[in-house]
């Protein structure tokens, strides 16, 4: 989409990637008003579809621009020497009209469609259970071979055929998905939404505050713990970090009407609803420490592209890489690396760690956390060797000219992102979706993608202050990459990272993992076996 933005729309680099990086960072921050409205009052079924059909509209729109030319401004004149021409209002309009469709979309889409996927099948019985197990494998699986389709076969089109093709069969498959999506309606099963678990949050801390003045009680019978009600299939252990939450659940002669059930939800709370919310607290620093990584990867679809842009490109004679392809190789890492990792890692893992638990979810996001600083100094090494070519063969006034360095240098930064992807990111979905309580999945994978969009938001930033700050003769983030030093702007973040990491450490070391007892057998659940809660023990 840079390229797009840069060459048909005639936005400087830095613009461009600054739009980029805000709209991906709201794309982002959207689930978690499509969970809040799923759970609570029109259920998945509904929240994606109203989101298909905003994709379908914002992509129909997109469309638009590249086919017809007064949608965009007109193309530039290199030879004549005059400035570009920007885009009109109005055409920007349009251009931001179908971002914010897109948009609101992938807010209703993206946080239900893997649990009401889920919801089809029965999980009680143990063939339901494999059925589900087999669905999320398919389910990556086939974003998987999407995204790389989209980044081999629809990036060829948009670079070597025409952008009206390349966004118009996108669009025809989204309205195909569509359509069969509707036409099963009567097919799926559609889970009844269960209210806000917002509400609930915000009753535990206003019954905390009323009964601050009270004292713990040295009995756990004394607190609130009516049984389990809804779709809960297991009651979460009573913890002793944040006690002062306990006071929510303090009964009181007041707190009852005459026929036993509470007079008022604000004064009164189960130990599960304070339960609930201790582990969102808890989960609220660790989650916080994986911004960083997303900081990092945001760079390799904006400005690692436009390195791609300045670089040999070839593979042969006749065939070319488009620039906007190279994020295949994060896709092919990331791929490859998964089925090594469970056959190899864990196993290995599990042998040298004390009594064989393997590698946990935090130590599996630490890892990727560092690798994203591997990635960092990857790309800082890569881009000064690119410099260095530019300058010593002429290059430095010839922003658009093809440098005599193969763009495959490039590569391991892109394979180095895989693999912390498929640490980190993967292992933080995982964490997400075991640490939250049960009646709030939806949420877990909305907040995924709110690291995603606060990532893209810092990073734009992070763009803005280096570009001001440096801004003059030595712009580390020049128009002309020639000219600039984005080497330096790596190596910043790379540090970053690094600091970041450390803070993620001491979250990790003072993490519990959630332990939960199931009312048949009251036993503690296969979660509560990492119950160490350090990172490099657990």
Request: overall charge positive; some cysteine.
């Amino acid at each position: 989409m840079i390229v797009y933005l840069t060459k048909e729309f005639n936005m400087p680099n830095v613009t461009a990637s600054y739009i980029l990086n805000l709209w991906t960072g709201t794309t982002n921050l959207s689930p978690l008003l499509g969970a809040f409205l799923s759970d609570s009052y029109i259920g998945r079924y509904w929240t994606i579809a109203l989101g298909c059909i905003a994709s379908l509209i914002g992509m129909g729109l997109l469309s638009l621009t590249a086919i017809f030319p007064q949608f965009r401004p007109p193309p530039c004149n290199t030879n004549t020497g005059t400035p570009c021409k920007l885009a009109s209002g109005s055409q920007n309009a349009l251009l931001y009209s179908s971002f914010i469709m897109m948009t609101i979309g992938a807010g209703g889409i993206r946080p239900c469609s893997v649990a009401f996927g889920a919801d089809q099948f029965d999980y009680t019985s143990e063939k339901g259970k494999r059925s589900i197990q087999s669905f999320f494998n398919w389910y990556y699986f086939s974003f998987t071979i999407a995204m790389m389709v989209a980044l081999t076969i629809i990036v060829y089109i948009q670079d070597d055929v025409s952008w009206s093709w390349g966004l118009c069969i996108p669009t025809s498959l989204m309205f195909l998905s569509v359509t069969s999506f509707l036409l099963g309606a009567n097919l799926y099963i559609c889970v009844t939404p269960e209210g806000s678990s917002f509400t609930s949050f915000a009753q535990v801390l206003t019954a905390a505050r009323r009964k601050c003045h009270l004292s713990l009680p040295p009995q756990a019978s004394e607190y609130y713990d009516p049984p389990q009600q809804g779709v809960l299939k297991s009651r979460m252990d009573l913890t002793d970090q944040f006690m002062f939450l306990n006071k929510a659940s303090i009964k009181t002669q007041e707190d009852f009407k005459e026929d036993g059930s509470v007079a008022n939800p604000w004064r009164l709370c189960s130990l599960q609803q304070v339960e609930e919310l201790k582990s969102v607290i808890r989960i609220v620093p660790i989650w916080s420490g994986t911004i960083s990584l997303f900081v990092c990867m945001a760079q390799l679809n904006t400005f690692s592209v436009l390195q791609a842009e300045t670089m040999d490109r070839h593979l042969g004679k006749h065939f070319q890489i488009p620039a906007g392809s190279f994020g295949i190789f994060t896709m092919l890492a990331l791929t490859l690396f998964l089925p090594l990792y469970d056959k190899f890692i864990v196993p290995f893992s599990r042998r040298v760690s004390r009594e064989g638990k393997g590698i946990t979810l935090l130590q599996r996001v630490g890892v990727g956390l560092a690798l994203a600083i591997v990635c960092m100094a990857f790309a800082a090494a890569v881009e000064t060797k690119r410099r260095s070519v530019a300058l010593s063969h002429g290059f430095m006034e010839k922003p658009k000219g093809m440098l005599p360095m193969s763009a495959l240098w490039l590569i391991p930064q892109y394979c180095v992102a895989g693999v912390a992807e498929a640490f980190s990111a993967i292992g933080q979905i995982e964490f997400l979706y075991s640490q939250f309580p049960e009646n709030m999945r939806s949420v877990a994978g909305a907040l995924f993608f709110l690291a995603l969009g606060l990532g893209n938001y810092l990073s734009s930033l992070i763009i803005s202050i280096v570009h001001k700050t440096t801004g003059g003769h030595e712009n580390w983030l020049a128009q002309n990459l020639n000219k600039g030093k984005l080497d330096n702007f790596y190596w910043l973040l790379a540090g970053y990272s690094t600091v970041n990491l450390m803070y993620f450490v001491i979250c990790a070391r003072w993490y519990r993992y959630k332990a939960t007892v199931h009312p048949q057998n009251a036993k503690t659940s296969p979660l509560s076996e990492q119950d160490n809660p350090t990172l490099p023990h657990a």
